[in-house]
């Protein structure tokens, strides 16, 4: 059997964190149970919206059968109820229930699918390690092998996108093998953007094209083009589809050798209050050329990021919050 559908969920909402850009030092008001700032916790909204992503997860069709994440507290905390109700309904019921699925889920915690940085002259702060993640979250696996980690300074959008195109071929073979039917996958905006286009071939030239949508806890749902025994798609077959899109999208790189059909985008109609903090790509987010008195180019959401202005000694610089 071959993986069919993959389920895609951004993590819920969550409190925010600050960089200095110049030296890279990274703050939060609200302590994160890894002590890390940049991995903070869900809101109470956050929260609410997990649970109602947990009773939706519950009732999707085919069932999933596992589960990937990135390896940050805010996407682990955003599945964990559907997690947990999941595997106390299995066993409550006879695993002889077409609608249940026989195995106990656990999470397979994945770097490449954890946050994206911009480019910058510090390293940015990293997740926390495994064995702290699983005292935190029992259904992590912690056999379970990671792909590569994003790189400490940063990355380019070109980097982000192998990133993201690497360990989601390597997620799909690892699931064919295994004979899983549906896969979710938890994690970060950025990432669930670059996934869409990857998955559909759909890969802009200018990545501030606003297709994929990204919102708190939204879904998206896609399902494989079956083009062969293996569902994998020939180079002539994905040339052809291009060319016949037109349009924006003719990049040639980061091609999948299986194709995927989006069948939701970033669904929210399961959340009492819908759509929230959507996120688009509106640059780099490099910090590399940045000037004591410069901000960086940023991404976007539908509450705008805020510069808190701070005075030195002699001199004063901008603090750069992500919501």
């Not at 510090?122 to 790189?151: C, M, N, Q, W």
């Not at 009492?272 to 688009?280: C, I, M, V």
Request: net charge negative; hydrophobic share 30%.
């Amino acid at each position: 059997m071959s993986l069919e559908v993959i389920y895609v969920v951004r993590h819920g909402f969550r409190s925010a964190w600050s960089v200095d850009p110049v030296t890279g030092t990274y703050t939060a008001h609200i302590r994160s149970p890894t002590g890390l700032p940049t991995d903070p916790a869900l809101t109470s909204h956050g929260v609410e919206q997990a649970n109602e992503l947990a009773v939706h997860l519950l009732g999707l069709n085919p069932p999933i059968d596992q589960v990937y994440s990135s390896p940050y507290y805010r996407c682990l905390q955003t599945i964990s109820p559907f997690v947990s109700r999941h595997n106390d309904r299995r066993a409550k019921v006879s695993v002889s229930d077409d609608d249940i699925p026989s195995s106990r889920l656990s999470i397979n915690v994945d770097a490449g699918l954890g946050e994206w940085y911009g480019q910058a002259h510090f390293e940015h702060p990293t997740s926390a390690p495994l064995s702290d993640l699983h005292g935190l979250f029992a259904d992590i696996d912690p056999k379970y092998v990671s792909s590569p980690a994003p790189r400490r300074r940063g990355e380019s959008i070109p980097q982000l996108y192998q990133r993201v195109s690497s360990c989601i071929e390597r997620i799909i073979a690892q699931c064919d093998r295994e004979g899983r039917r549906s896969v979710l996958i938890s994690t970060h905006a950025a990432v669930v953007i670059v996934l869409g286009r990857l998955l559909t071939g759909m890969v802009p030239d200018d990545t501030t094209v606003e297709d994929f949508r990204a919102f708190t806890c939204g879904l998206s749902t896609y399902r494989r083009q079956m083009a062969g025994q293996d569902g994998r798609i020939s180079l002539d077959s994905r040339e052809r589809g291009r060319k016949n899109n037109g349009g924006p999208y003719q990049r040639p790189a980061f091609d999948l050798s299986t194709r995927w059909t989006s069948e939701t985008n970033s669904d929210c109609s399961f959340l009492r209050l819908g759509e929230e903090r959507g996120w688009t790509f509106s640059g780099d987010e490099s910090f590399v050329e940045l000037g004591q008195e410069d901000s960086p180019s940023s991404t976007t959401e539908s509450q705008p990021n805020t510069a808190v202005r701070e005075s030195g000694d002699s001199s004063s610089h901008t603090n750069i919050s992500k919501l």
